[in-house]
């Protein structure tokens, strides 16, 4: 006799839930799942009516499945959100290009607007020509640190109120082990937390942070969406690594514990005479940095001067002072132009038909 | 003199740090041939000890600095492993020489020993082995027996026993239900503690059933004794990995409580204060220590001695954090000062004690799991069938639901334990100091006035959805 499910004890249980070990059918798995992720939205008062939410979209499982219930609770519980799609093409050939045709594809399907931004575009420079340049050595530090400007770009072309990503439960809690075993405690104190307190930037927030990264893959499994799997063609970051590793094995011996982690980090309270980091504005881009000039800055800097080790390696070689020439696009004028959308948008609120396409078109064009 | 074959098995420093190779001498006196790397620095035999017994000694000050004891006596909690033996002797050579009279008045009144005996689940060592580790430094040893938390108020005492923690179908929240069984008197402690044991649903409970049990009779016993202070041997690799495990059984909210260098031991009402003077040393230091002073220890044996790393968390972690030790060699410091720079948030000294583990619970715990772990089939979501689950859930009159004074990491505890199963009679002596906190009382039918009040709370709360 099949096993009933354990949660409406009606139909045939197909899966064994990863987070607590039981067994259910597969409408309940997609209840359950679309459920918590709305919980975790609504008791963290994620989005208000009307807000512009781009979605983190690299064609991957987590952010492909992310687009798909985003839009769905959308429409279930009418949060009254604009969803756009905001890719970003490192220029990674054999890898990005072809998770961006997956991204295309959802574009179609789930009938979203999508923005792509490129680092070639942005920074005039691709992944696959740093690493030309800087060896395979150091070069995920170059596309973690244009990635997080390149969102933030983007958003401002769309003029979007809210980011949200693909980040899951499983992210998180490597996170928390990682800079526990680093003894990074102002990262630690933040990494729990769902949305980033942007000053006058675009907030970021994680609606998956509790959704285990198993149950999203069975998700987009189940509901046969169409992503991209394959790990990026460069190496990936070792120290991450050895956290991914034993948050593996964690999991087999208790399955909660991905779950239990994330408890424990957003319980912990760091003290109070902890030094945190002060924030301020880059001198030559307008970005938020913790120095007089942001990291992608210096890196951008490293590269044009042929010296790639410049804010990598620990060697005294400074950044040249002050505001330098740079092809890089100040954020106040992307703030000015993001501005001037929202006028024209609320002059032509009498035109319904929404621009979304035009738009995230000419968003493209702005910036080259 | 740099050649590097002069001393094949010793690790070699790195470049940069080249002046203690090329000399090739101990870094303290400067005169001796070296005998040990700790972190890259080479050391004599005799520095190496002196360096020891000067680091247990600043521990020691800053801790007591920091929280005073209520008492001047000490205990030394020795479970006969590696790093207890090394404190003890630590201690008792302290000890030594503030009565020589270097200081006026001695810090410490006196020092003894506090056991727990494990031969109820362990075998392999007898108590009168570690007696003998306390009596040859010349200290008194206080012995408690695991199987002593089944008879704390006599061989028919009361207990609690678990009735079932269940996710049950349909229902919107955990329920653990427990009742009053009393114990005929047949069942020998021993039987009941194994009992308790096969009863939890892996090693990683038991485990940390054990702690809880342990960590009890050691507050016991220091209070028997009049101490004050209990210290705790728990070396710095031990302080790391323990982080990494308690963080992973979901017990972040009492981790300064249960990790930190200095501490109330099992809640303030306890009157007891921990340390652990030990977090400066790693597992290799303590080795050499014991080593070279000769003192003994004795394999203490665990649920996972000899199983495979993937056995429970607490045998993960610590296989883990050797490792990664190992290749990135501050990994043990750094973690230890991680542990240092949290503190408890404003609302654990509040937070009312879980019955079992006796640390702060967190009010919204079990809210945050089931907001997060959904339980609910898509159709019972109308108000009605809410209404008919909640009725349908109602404990029976016997029982009683103890869900608010359990932990977060408890309540996993107890979830994947076995029904039948009897907790140690501290839960029930714990669950009605509770209680009389708000009525000043403690017999047995109060405990069911209890159970009345809060069956008449929960029916008020669900009174509207009643048709």
């Not at chain 1, 330098?324 to 609120?349: C, G, I, P, W, Y």
Request: charged share 25%; net charge neutral; aromatic share 8%.
């Amino acid at each position: 006799m099949p096993r009933l499910c354990d949660i409406c004890n009606d139909a045939r249980a197909i899966v064994r839930r990863p987070k607590t070990a039981q067994s259910i059918c597969k409408e309940c798995f997609f209840h359950v799942f679309e459920t918590e992720v709305h919980n975790t939205i609504v008791d963290s008062n994620l989005f208000k009516p009307g807000d512009r939410v781009g979605i983190g979209a690299s064609g991957g499982k987590d952010s492909t499945v992310l687009a798909y219930v985003m839009k769905t609770l959308n429409d279930r519980y009418s949060y009254g959100l604009d969803l756009y799609l905001l890719s970003v093409d490192e220029g990674i050939s054999g890898y990005r290009d072809d998770s961006l045709e997956t991204v295309k594809r959802n574009k179609e399907q789930y009938g979203l607007p999508l923005l792509i931004v490129s680092y070639e575009q942005l920074y005039g420079w691709s992944m696959d020509s740093i690493v030309a340049a800087v060896g395979r050595k150091n070069n995920c530090t170059f596309c973690g640190v244009f990635r997080r400007q390149a969102l933030d770009r983007g958003a401002l072309m769309l003029d979007l109120d809210h980011i949200v990503t693909g980040h899951n439960a499983d992210d998180v809690a490597e996170t928390i082990l990682m800079n526990i075993f680093r003894g990074d405690i102002s990262r630690l104190g933040r990494c729990t937390e769902i949305a980033t307190t942007g000053e006058g930037y675009i907030v970021r927030s994680k609606p998956f942070k509790y959704a285990y990264e198993k149950e999203i893959v069975m998700y987009a499994y189940l509901r046969r969406l169409d992503y991209f799997s394959t790990e990026c063609t460069y190496s990936p970051n070792a120290y991450r690594g050895y956290a991914r590793e034993f948050l593996k094995k964690l999991e087999r011996v208790r399955p909660s514990a991905i779950l239990d982690i994330i408890h424990s980090g957003e319980a912990m309270h760091v003290a109070k005479d902890v030094q945190l980091p002060s924030l301020d504005r880059c001198q030559r881009c307008g970005y938020i940095s913790s120095n007089s000039i942001c990291k992608a800055c210096v890196l951008l800097e490293g590269l044009e001067r042929g010296i790639p080790k410049l804010g990598i390696s620990r060697t005294k070689q400074d950044v040249e002072a002050g505001p330098r020439e740079s092809d890089l696009v100040h954020f106040e004028k992307l703030r000015q132009d993001a501005l001037e959308m929202r006028k024209t948008r609320q002059n032509s609120a009498a035109c319904p038909q929404s621009a979304c396409a035009c738009r995230s078109e000419s968003g493209t064009e702005n910036c080259s | 003199m740099c050649d590097a074959t002069d001393s094949p098995a010793m690790e070699l420093p790195p470049k940069g740090r080249a002046e203690g190779a090329r000399s090739k001498l101990c870094l303290k006196c400067k005169t001796a041939k070296p005998s040990i790397t700790i972190r890259r620095s080479l050391y004599c035999k005799d520095c190496f000890v002196r360096a020891s017994v000067s680091k247990f000694r600043s521990a020691l000050s800053k801790s007591r600095k920091r929280m005073p004891a209520s008492r001047a006596q000490v205990m030394v909690a020795l479970s006969g492993g590696a790093t207890s033996s090394a404190m003890l002797q630590l201690m008792a050579d302290y000890q030594r020489m503030e009565l020589k009279g270097f200081a006026a008045e001695p810090t410490y009144t006196g020092v003894v020993v506090g056991h727990v005996d494990e031969s109820a689940l362990f075998s392999g060592y007898s108590d009168s082995q570690i007696c003998d580790i306390a009596t040859a430094i010349g200290v008194e040893c206080h012995v408690a027996r695991l199987e002593d938390v089944f008879t704390l108020g006599g061989d028919q005492a009361a207990l609690l026993e678990l009735v079932h923690a269940t996710i049950a179908p349909g229902t919107t929240r955990d329920q653990f239900c427990v009742q009053l069984a009393r114990g005929d008197g047949s069942t020998p402690a021993r039987e009941q503690l194994r009992a308790l044991f096969a009863g939890l649903g892996s090693a990683t409970d038991r485990e940390d059933m054990l702690d809880i049990i342990k960590s009890f009779l050691l507050a016991q016993l220091a209070r028997q004794a009049q101490c004050g202070l209990l210290l705790l041997g728990d070396s710095g690799t031990r302080i790391a990995s323990k982080l990494v495990s308690l963080t992973s059984r979901g017990r972040g909210f009492s981790l300064p409580l249960e990790a930190g260098a200095e501490a109330p031991f099992l809640g303030s009402s306890s009157g007891v204060t921990a340390y652990r003077p030990m977090r400066d040393f790693i597992m290799k230091e303590i080795a050499f220590f014991n080593l070279w002073t000769a003192q003994p220890s004795v394999v203490v044996p665990t649920f996972t001695t000899g199983a495979p790393e993937t056995a429970s968390i607490d045998r993960l972690t610590e296989a883990f954090v050797v490792g990664l030790d190992r290749d990135f060699c501050s990994t043990v410091s750094t973690v230890c000062r991680t542990v240092q720079k949290l503190e408890l948030r404003p609302d654990a000294l509040t937070a009312a004690q879980c019955i079992i583990c006796s640390m702060p619970a967190e009010a919204s715990a079990q809210a945050w799991r089931n907001r997060l772990t959904v339980n609910v089939a898509p159709k019972d979501q109308t108000l009605e069938q809410v209404a008919v689950s909640s009725a349908d859930v109602q404990p029976p009159q016997s029982t009683f639901d103890v869900t608010a004074h359990l932990c977060y990491s408890c309540q996993s505890l107890l979830h994947f334990a076995k029904p039948g199963v009897a907790l140690p009679a501290f839960c029930l002596q714990n669950y009605r100091e509770q209680i009389a906190g708000a009525k000043p009382s403690d017999s047995e039918s109060d405990v069911g006035a209890h159970l009345q009040q809060s069956q008449e709370r929960l029916r008020q709360q669900i009174e509207e959805f009643f048709i």
